[in-house]
């Protein structure tokens, strides 16, 4: 709690007997007959809180100096209002806060010009203003000060204002109280409220949409999760039916390695057979040269050479028969060959796709879970909420 005190010099206020009467430990009144200096106090604290020279009776502050017989061209007028922190006891008295005091002082000059002073360290009129708001007096609205005629006036207030412009009992009452700070944060909660209002309505519809829905998915996730489970074994069955695949596909590569190998070595018989035939094709050659050189000696032996002759070229064609019909064989075989590894590659293609395929299958199998255990989730979450709402 605050006590003041009024200090004035340069002005005659002693015309008659002022009363201060404490009506309550917060509200005090300032009493006396006509002439007795009541205005003069106000005048005086209304001038420290930086009223301006028409609201206390005069036409500017330079009339605030004294000027009498006895004192005569005064340069200034000051008024002193001091301060202090009190403690309320409960026996109705109060005791000072120690080192709480502090006073302050504003000086009216001839020019119409003033001076603030907190303390006799010159200041200004914001600076006493922030330090005055901090104990509690509000420059600002002025409803710590009610003057003789505003009394007249707050009774004749309407209970309510009747407009945005005009101002009620009520208002001045919030207005002093401090609570009309409150008015439009309570319409922008009353706003927020019917939208809050609007919206928890829209939610109530969404929830008996989705409740609808639900109902209506239910069949459809029954049928889902038919199909799953059908898929899953379906999928265990293929998975049966590649590693069953896999081992046929292995013991049929292995023939073909073994029956391969087989025909390679046929292959390298007949191509020694053919390189012996040819050696030997070479020798008759060169022994028919030899039979023709000698012809002309041997004519008793013309015959059985011609023979002999004739029975190599017969063997000879059958010789050269034989090699077209093993090239030709060799070809058919290394054609066999080429589509057998043809095959074999494909074979293995196939079976690395159904081994790769699998796992991404499996995988597949947990997300689909977690997508069905999410959306249940989701689910309680709408029944939560609309029980809650």
């Not at 340069?10 to 009144?29: N, P, Q």
């Not at 005064?74 to 709480?100: M, N, R």
């Not at 700070?181 to 969404?206: C, H, P, T, W």
């Not at 070809?331 to 796709?353: F, G, P, Q, V």
Request: glycine share 6%; hydrophobic share 30%.
């Amino acid at each position: 709690m605050l006590s003041t005190s009024i200090y004035m010099n340069h002005k005659g206020m002693h015309r008659g007997s002022i009363t201060g009467l404490v009506l309550d430990s917060t509200f005090s009144a300032v009493v006396g007959p006509n002439g007795s200096g009541k205005s003069n106090v106000i005048d005086a604290m209304l001038f420290v809180f930086g009223k301006r020279a028409k609201q206390m009776r005069l036409n500017k502050v330079s009339e605030l100096i004294h000027n009498s017989t006895n004192h005569q061209n005064l340069d200034s007028a000051a008024v002193s209002v001091h301060f202090q922190d009190i403690t309320d006891k409960d026996d109705g008295t109060y005791e000072a806060v120690p080192g709480s005091d502090f006073a302050i002082t504003r000086v009216a000059f001839r020019d119409n010009s003033s001076k603030y002073y907190i303390n006799d360290r010159a200041s200004n009129f914001t600076e006493v203003t922030k330090l005055l708001k901090g104990k509690g007096v509000d420059l600002d609205n002025n409803r710590f000060l009610i003057l003789q005629g505003e009394v007249e006036q707050i009774s004749l207030m309407k209970p309510k204002a009747q407009g945005s412009h005009d101002e009620g009992f009520l208002e001045y009452l919030e207005d002093i109280i401090g609570t009309n700070k409150y008015v439009e944060k309570i319409d922008e909660s009353f706003k927020e409220l019917e939208a809050l209002n609007e919206k928890r309505s829209g939610v109530v519809q969404m929830v008996k949409l989705a409740e609808k829905e639900r109902e209506s998915l239910e069949g459809v996730k029954n049928e889902a999760e038919a199909y799953m489970l059908k898929e899953l074994s379906m999928l265990k069955w293929q998975e049966k039916a590649s590693k069953l695949a896999s081992e046929n596909n292995a013991n049929e590569l292995e023939k073909l390695r073994e029956n391969v190998q087989s025909l390679e070595e046929n292959v390298k018989t007949e191509r020694k057979k053919i390189k012996a035939s040819t050696e030997t094709l070479k020798e008759l050659e060169d022994l028919h040269m030899k039979y023709m050189k000698k012809q002309e000696e041997l004519d008793r032996g013309l015959r059985h050479c011609k023979d002999e002759f004739k029975e190599f070229e017969r063997q000879d064609l059958k010789y050269r028969e034989d090699f077209k019909h093993l090239k030709q064989k060799i070809k058919k075989i290394d054609d066999k060959l080429d589509k057998d590894s043809t095959k074999i590659a494909d074979i293995t293609r196939e079976c690395e796709e159904s081994q790769n395929l699998i796992p991404q299958l499996e995988e597949g199998i947990p997300k689909l879970q977690k997508l069905l255990v999410d959306e249940e989730k989701n689910l309680e979450e709408i029944k939560e909420n609309s029980k809650g709402t």
